[in-house]
């Protein structure tokens, strides 16, 4: 497509269920990123995946997140036992390559999670 | 720890005044550095970037940001904004050995007045 596009663009769930948020890259980019921006804040890095693998995972705030990719398209973003303190807009982004100058990241709209 | 620190939260200016932004990070290594500009209702894009070379990079819309490594300043500057300025600003910082990963400020809105 012909840009980052992320689903569903809002979520309100109830503490302690579990969510699911996808984001679809730009074609062709093999580097995708997970952020997170709370309320009044700037954006936490979580989680950033070269292909299918990922090389950073220390943005994670917990065993309760999780990620994964399929080869170089689609990536889930998972939170098990959702909490309050999850509400946050997650963000996804992408970019040619991970590193070096084709590191430019091209930003989805963001998924809006509302943990009530 | 790595951080981003932008110095303004809010910024209130009228049209055709000038703009500086600041944007200081802790890293003592090679780093890439962006800003970030999200519009009302839009998501992010990247207004500049800054990888090696000139410390004067020029972005879309008349902006421009110098990078000073002794002072670890990546400041953004427009000579003279206008109501479309209106938006929130992001500073970010990729050190150079820890593939893509951006470090974000913690964003500075500027409001534009007509």
């Known amino acids: 497509g012909a840009g980052v596009s992320q689903s569903p663009s809002n979520k309100v769930t109830e503490k302690g269920k579990d969510v699911e948020l996808r984001c679809d890259p730009i074609s062709g980019h093999t580097a995708l990123y997970w952020y997170r921006q709370r309320l009044g804040q700037g954006l936490e890095f979580l989680i950033y995946?070269?292909?299918?693998?990922?090389?950073?995972k220390s943005g994670l705030p917990s065993d309760r997140f999780s990620a994964e990719r399929t080869g170089e398209s689609v990536s889930t973003l998972t939170i098990q036992r959702t909490q309050q303190e999850d509400s946050a807009v997650y963000l996804c982004?992408?970019?040619?390559?991970?590193?070096?100058?084709?590191?430019?990241?091209?930003f989805g709209p963001g998924t809006r999670l509302t943990v009530l | 720890a790595q951080s981003v620190s932008q110095h303004n939260h809010h910024v209130i200016l009228s049209e055709a005044a000038s703009l500086e932004l600041g944007c200081n990070y802790s890293?003592?290594?090679?780093?890439?550095l962006f800003w970030y500009v999200q519009y009302p209702g839009q998501h992010l894009q990247l207004l500049l970037k800054y990888f090696s070379g000139d410390p004067l990079v020029k972005g879309i819309k008349g902006f421009e940001a110098e990078f000073i490594k002794s002072k670890f300043s990546f400041n953004l500057r427009k000579p003279s904004v206008q109501w479309s300025d209106t938006a929130e600003y992001f500073c970010?910082?990729?050190?150079?050995?820890?593939?893509?990963?951006?470090?974000f400020g913690q964003g500075t809105e500027l409001s534009v007045k007509p």
């Open positions: 970010a910082v990729n050190p150079y050995n820890q593939g893509g990963k951006l470090i």
């Open positions: 995946f070269q292909g299918n693998s990922a090389p950073d």
């Open positions: 982004a992408s970019s040619l390559r991970a590193s070096g100058l084709y590191n430019e990241q091209f």
């Open positions: 890293y003592g290594g090679t780093v890439n």
